[in-house]
């Protein structure tokens, strides 16, 4: 005996039922982003064209899991759809820093390394390398070896004293080469000698065999910088390099000042 129509066979998906509760909450939530101080569910029904008993379910259901929130009869975006936003728009910045690393990496012939000083620790954001120009393997922990590497001591370098001395104290001066710094005093001699905006130079205090170079990034109190690296036998490209990569992260600051918050 064949079942009715209307009702649902267990044995099969219900994905067209749920596909269009999905594209009937999208639409309610786009709808209710359109309305900046908020809308009624009587309007978000007529303007999605739903049937006012399908939206108030919706909307509660949206409320409950935190996309929308209520006030006064009117619907708003909730903390989480603003996080799924904030989220989005932190993914289109990080790609767009990427693809200009990438297109300098290109033009320079060079990896570039794009790092910044957040929360008391050194933090890599992107590294862009080719089979051409490989990035230096961290085989001692970037955090950690802020003493013996061109993207730590340029960072050091923006820091006050006071912040300096902090994280040398987390992180003490260890050899890792018998070309690095021997002990902090030295290094904050040095690192109070290095001019604002020179790049800081890097000679196999990190690694055997590779030499670095890092620009300091101005935007507001934040410190950041865009490194290179060349093995031993290119050393005499690095500055050059360096001077190359400054003048283009001068071209694009306002876009970069931007991204420093990624």
Do not use: N
């Amino acid at each position: 005996m064949q079942r009715p129509a209307t009702q649902a066979d267990p044995a099969q998906p219900h994905s067209a039922t749920l596909i269009g509760s999905v594209q009937r909450a999208m639409r309610l939530l786009e709808c209710v982003a359109e309305h900046e101080h908020g809308a009624p569910a009587k309007q978000l029904a007529r303007e999605t064209g739903l049937a006012l008993p399908t939206a108030y379910h919706l909307l509660r259901t949206l409320v409950h899991e935190g996309y929308l929130r209520r006030d006064k009869g009117l619907f708003f975006l909730g903390e989480a759809a603003e996080r799924l936003s904030s989220s989005g728009a932190q993914q289109k910045r990080r790609s767009a820093v990427a693809d200009t690393l990438a297109h300098w990496r290109d033009a320079i012939g060079v990896p570039v390394y794009y790092a910044m000083y957040r929360d008391g620790e050194i933090e890599v954001v992107c590294v862009s390398d080719s089979p051409a120009a490989p990035a230096v393997e961290e085989w001692a922990d970037f955090r950690e070896t802020a003493h013996a590497h061109a993207i730590g001591q340029c960072l050091l370098s923006q820091l006050d004293e006071a912040a300096r001395r902090d994280h040398l104290d987390r992180y003490p001066v260890q050899t890792l080469t018998p070309y690095t710094v021997r002990d902090s005093h030295t290094l904050l001699r040095r690192l109070e000698r290095t001019r604002r905006m020179d790049p800081v130079v890097e000679r196999q205090e990190y690694t055997l065999g590779t030499v670095c170079a890092a620009i300091p990034i101005t935007a507001g109190t934040t410190a950041a910088t865009m490194a290179i690296s060349l093995p031993l036998h290119q050393a005499d490209r690095l500055l050059p390099a360096a001077r190359q990569l400054q003048s283009e992260v001068g071209r694009h600051l306002g876009s970069l000042a931007i991204a420093i918050s990624i």
